[in-house]
């Protein structure tokens, strides 16, 4: 256990250290939950509603979580496989899902990071605070949400392994995911044969406990229902991504195709 976790932490560090090395990343980081939170507050700012400031800073994390969701699982996995180590990472003596655990790990702290960024910018700039009826149960809620995001990445980094795609596939599944989980407005806007789609995606329970947090829990029944869908589905990816690892490492040790060529 102590070497599984010693593996982790230092992946993540390593991770963190190289993202910050990369000025696209460091735009992602720090300038994109600016600019995010800017576009949010301006839509939401005269929407008439109570607590529209959750909305903005909920919004905008997700939006900056996931992009970071979308380096971890896809842009990682793309380079490492052009700088020649992807095979060497999985062919070492450490488990190569631990130590994509570790590289997805620091991006998801860096995306927290973009989501107190957020705060701090709306807090300071348009001077106001974002109010929360059910402190405890949130912090319950963006733990479980933090889990299943690990949960997601690693199932999007097993499918990513093996394509060549996979920056490609990157570019398309990040801003689908605002619109599919309710992030930026209600799913019940879009198309009735869409939601099924989102009811799929954890993110869309998660943003809606997290809400429901903020304004004050009114239908523990409807509480319970998101609860138990969210710990479902992060189940089910997890489940997953230990299937398909489990996959991936056998059909690469036989073919050997993990390189560029």
């Keep these: 256990m102590k070497k599984t976790l010693n593996i982790i932490l230092e992946s993540c560090k390593l991770q963190m250290k190289q993202s910050f090395a990369r000025a696209t990343f460091k735009f992602c980081v720090l300038v994109q939950p600016i600019i995010y939170g800017l576009i949010m507050y301006l839509m939401y700012r005269d929407s008439g509603h109570d607590n529209f ?31 020649g180590t992807l095979e060497i990472i999985t062919s070492t003596p450490a488990d190569f899902r631990i130590i994509m655990l570790g590289k997805i790990i620091g991006n998801i702290i860096l995306g927290v990071m973009s989501m107190l960024i957020t705060y701090v910018f709306i807090a300071i700039v348009f001077s106001e605070n ?10 319950f809620i963006f733990i479980l949400t933090i889990i299943s995001f690990i949960g997601i990445s690693m199932l999007l980094a097993s499918c990513f392994t093996l394509s060549r795609n996979a ?95």
């Design 53 to 83: 400031v959750s909305f903005v800073i909920l919004g905008t994390g997700f939006m900056s979580l996931w992009s970071s969701i979308c380096f971890s699982s896809a842009g990682d996995i793309e380079r490492e496989r052009y700088m």
């Design 130 to 139: 974002m109010t929360i009826a059910n402190p405890y149960l949130f912090m």
């Design 167 to 261: 920056r490609a596939l990157m570019n398309c599944l990040e801003y689908p995911i605002f619109i599919l989980c309710g992030v930026i407005f209600p799913i019940s806007i879009l198309p009735t044969w869409t939601r099924w789609i989102s009811y799929t995606l954890s993110p869309t329970w998660s943003i809606k406990m997290l809400r429901m947090c903020v304004a004050g829990v009114q239908d523990m029944v409807e509480f319970r229902t998101c609860l138990i869908s969210l710990i479902t589905l992060t189940v089910i990816y997890t489940a997953l991504a230990i299937i398909l690892y489990a996959q991936i490492d056998k059909k690469t040790r036989i073919k050997a195709t993990l390189g560029v060529y």
